[in-house]
């Protein structure tokens, strides 16, 4: 906490004592502080009721270098001063290699292959349930693109019924890269088929040069096919339903069956996490 070398100790009776000391060497760091934060800052991010808190664990001339960090979620350098591009890495790299294994991990077998997990961080290529790469069964010139979801920063998978927050994003559309979108021909805003090996949907093209190429980016939440998008009668009383729910697309209806996994009609499930695949879906894209 500007101290580099000091012994001084510090109490660690709350999350407070560690998070607000750790973003106070986070702001030190590299020996070029970061600036103080303005009143601006601190109320657009809601920071300004934590003052006191930041107050009470560090010097007054480190609270607002404190705050910059928390009103920005971390400190951000230029990339010329943060990668070394002859090198091909970080210019602040950590020096030592960092061993990391677990015999039990390894000892234990894997539940849909049965062979051993690995002790250490491994990459593995994304697989059916045998442990089939994913490419081998669906490959690329068929499939060029990967269809992932994110989430909203505004709208939520329960969100949709809010009025206001409908008229401001009434759908959500299929967004893909400006050098994809040129090839195939697809303007901003046109309507477009996307295509799994499970389904198809129709949505409206967003082009984003944030997408990198030969990658489907949706937002999760839409497209719903209840939560009052469709019409109910209960005893002959007709129930409120809204149309305007079910605007956009479903990522769900992307989803497909893991035909590794026998006769069973079983979806493809992430080999590391036991979840329903719902990133890194082969996909193409088709006009309509």
């Not at 805003?189 to 949907?201: A, D, H, K, M, Y």
């Not at 030969?214 to 939440?221: N, V």
């Amino acid at each position: 906490i500007g101290e580099p070398n000091s012994d001084k100790r510090y109490p660690l009776n709350t999350a407070a004592d560690f998070y607000i000391r750790g973003f106070a060497n986070i702001a030190y760091g590299m020996k070029r502080p970061v600036q103080d934060a303005t009143d601006d800052d601190m109320a657009l991010t809601g920071v300004d009721r934590y003052a006191d808190t930041i107050k009470d664990r560090v010097k007054d001339e480190e609270w607002l270098k404190v705050a910059t960090v928390m009103c920005r979620g971390g400190r951000f350098d230029k990339v010329e001063d943060a990668w070394d591009e002859s090198k091909g890495h970080l210019k602040h790299a950590h020096p030592h290699m960092l061993p990391v294994w677990d015999e039990k991990l390894f000892q234990s077998k894997h539940a849909l292959t049965g062979e051993n997990n690995s002790g250490c961080p491994t990459w593995y290529p994304t697989r059916l349930a045998d442990g089939t790469p994913m490419r081998e069964a669906f490959s690329e010139p068929e499939w060029p693109f990967l269809m992932s979801s994110y989430k909203s920063n505004l709208m939520s998978s329960i969100s949709i019924a809010v009025d206001r927050l409908r008229q401001v994003h009434p759908h959500n559309p299929i967004s893909i890269n400006r050098e994809d979108a040129n090839e195939l021909g697809i303007k901003n805003g046109e309507r477009i088929r996307l295509v799994t090996p499970g389904n198809s949907v129709k949505g409206v093209a967003m082009i984003r040069d944030g997408v990198m190429r030969g990658a489907i980016a949706i937002e999760h939440g839409y497209g719903h096919k209840e939560l009052g998008a469709r019409a109910h009668t209960i005893d002959g009383k007709a129930m409120p339903h809204n149309p305007a729910l079910a605007a956009g697309v479903n990522i769900n209806d992307l989803g497909f069956r893991d035909s590794t996994r026998g006769d069973h009609n079983n979806v493809w499930i992430d080999w590391v996490s036991g979840a329903v695949v719902r990133q890194g879906l082969p996909a193409r894209i088709e006009k309509i």
